[in-house]
DNA sequence: ACAAATAGCTTGCCCTACACAAACGATTAA
DNA sequence: TTAATCGTTTGTGTAGGGCAAGCTATTTGT
């Protein structure tokens, strides 16, 4: 009696894998990354901001689930390069809004391109529609937005 | 003069939002774990041990792409709690095949079961088709195999 | 047979990421 | 006015993890 493929669900947890290909790519990013001036936590940062526009400090914290204090250091890291600009906030003047210059979107741009040759290494099993996939669910697992086509793709000078 | 939406390949580098839910996902593991005498390091180890079957010590250092140093340790770890095998190879005595002991995957899958929560929260925003899609993934990318729909499914007493 | 070279283990040193706490200024709210 | 809140600075402590040296057991090359 043949047992047929009934995929009995053998649990499938994604925490381990996800854990391993971000090391992977963790390492081989941070010394593309250095000759920008930039570390893996940063360009999450600037990738958080990008996504979910500004947002006061400790909604940043929040979302990075990192301690206030180390997320004033790495703001201050961006803040000297002229990619994030802390204004404040007009309702409540205690609060710091953090918004990403146009530098920092640049910026953030460059990067993503500098990490190409990385991407294709980490993910190489992967082909183009599969990475796209990927991305997708990511983003929609990290903003809870299932993916948003906006149409107006202003970021057309690429790479 | 209208800017057609030809999706211009906006990037979309995975790698930031990998580090982003990797580190959410770590942070709450953390905690499941610990109970369990477990860490996430140790569980992306037996993970790998799981799927690559039994290996060298240093062909282990080279897919955590971790420093052998570490490893041993990682290994003294899970060896002590009877969770892997260090046998010597019988070709080269001078190795060591790491194995993943009957416990070792036990205690994986009940890791595994008890991270149901865990992810529920961080990858919440997918359902359920997604987050099999997101694994599949994952996995394929971790071990540039397309997936391995083994008809064996002896894993059926899951949670 | 003897001199490398190799796999693993141990120890020690160092650096970095982070969490946590305390104290402060500015601002807002009770 | 008093209390609470946002951000900042300055510690302090712990853990992850790289790197090097020195050791044993074993294999390989001459």
């Known amino acids: 009696m043949v047992e047929l493929p009934v995929v009995n669900q053998p649990v499938h947890r994604s925490g381990a ?3 391993h290909l971000a090391r992977r790519m963790r390492l081989r990013a941070e010394s593309v990354l250095a ?5 893996p936590r940063h360009l999450v940062t600037l990738t958080v901001l990008r996504q979910q526009g500004g947002c006061s400090q400790q909604a940043l914290s929040g979302t990075l ?3 206030g204090t180390n ?3 790495l703001l201050n890291d961006l803040e000297r390069d002229g990619l994030i600009e ?21 910026v953030l741009v460059k990067a993503e391109c500098a990490l190409a040759a990385v991407e294709d ?5 992967l082909d183009e529609t599969q990475r796209e996939t990927l991305y997708g669910l990511l983003q929609q697992a ?3 937005v299932p993916i948003v086509c906006t149409g107006d ?3 057309t000078e690429q790479c």
Do not use: F, Q, Y
């Open 142 to 144: 990290a903003t809870g």
């Open 121 to 125: 290494d980490v993910l190489g099993a």
């Open 35 to 39: 000759p920008l001036g930039l570390r």
């Open 17 to 19: 894998l996800l854990d």
């Open 65 to 67: 689930e990192m301690d």
């Open 86 to 106: 802390r204004r404040r906030s007009p309702e409540d003047r205690r609060r710091h809004v953090v918004v990403l210059t146009d530098k920092g979107a640049r």
């Open 153 to 155: 793709d202003a970021d």
């Open 71 to 73: 997320v004033v250091g």
